[in-house]
């Protein structure tokens, strides 16, 4: 057993943050990395997104989370959520805070 999982090899995981939960089930990670220019050769950023399953909902908007590849689950998911690494700040308002005051 341990040695026919050893011929597979690891899943592949990416760690990126958290840009949208509108779905139900589903978020959208922003994943980062950093890559010289072809031509320049100066160091620029690249981003790409990835859908998720996420089916406790416990991700939120701005988490930093870690997503493990895993079999096609629709037309785009084909990465579920390992885990939340780091929370994102949550900004309170009372409603008191919010009226506007003529």
């Not at 589903?26 to 160091?43: F, G, S």
């Amino acid at each position: 057993m341990a040695e026919a999982q050893a011929q597979q090899g690891t899943k592949n995981e990416k760690i990126g943050q958290v840009v949208s939960t509108r779905m139900q089930k589903t978020i959208v990670v922003e994943v980062t990395r950093r890559v010289p220019h072809p031509l320049y050769k100066r160091i620029i950023a690249r981003r790409k997104k990835f859908y998720a399953h996420d089916e406790e909902g416990t991700a939120r908007m701005g988490d930093v989370v870690r997503i493990v590849e895993c079999r096609p689950l629709s037309k785009l998911k084909r990465w579920r959520l390992a885990e939340v690494i780091r929370r994102a700040a949550q900004v309170g308002a009372q409603p008191a805070e919010l009226d506007v005051k003529v």
